[in-house]
Nanobody
């Protein structure tokens, strides 16, 4: 069982940067692929980024490629999302998710139903 808690959201202006964190419970954090999703009001949950258990491989959604960076610190059981050059269309609730890779499989998981555990989310609002 993994519990995830996001933090770092807030109100920022277009062009600003923001770093989100997701702290995970448990002793086998490095065996989990981690992902970030976002959901704006009235829209479907959108894949943002994913990272392998060791942190050496990453995968991004097209809308954030080149502006957002996912990383993780397994010693701290934490995954991060660095967001640069924020735009009003980035406004959403950002959620982190985890999927165990102990049985094998790829970290390149872009569908929400491929993840087993979810955090509550943190709101990011970008004003123009």
């Amino acid at each position: 069982q993994v519990q995830l808690v996001e933090s770092g959201g807030g109100l920022v202006q277009a062009g600003d940067s923001l770093r989100l964190s997701c702290a995970a419970s448990g002793r086998t954090f490095s065996s989990y692929a981690m992902g970030w999703f976002r959901q704006a009001p009235g829209k479907e949950r959108e894949f943002v980024a994913a990272i392998s258990g060791g942190g050496g491989s990453t995968y991004y959604g097209d809308s954030v490629k080149g502006r957002f960076t996912i990383s993780r610190d397994n010693a701290k059981n934490t995954v991060y999302l660095q967001k640069n050059d924020l735009k009003p269309e980035d406004t959403a609730v950002y959620l982190c998710a985890a999927r165990s890779l102990q049985g094998g499989g790829s970290y390149r998981l872009r569908a929400a139903n491929e993840y087993n555990y979810w955090g509550q989310g943190t709101q990011v609002t970008v004003s123009s």
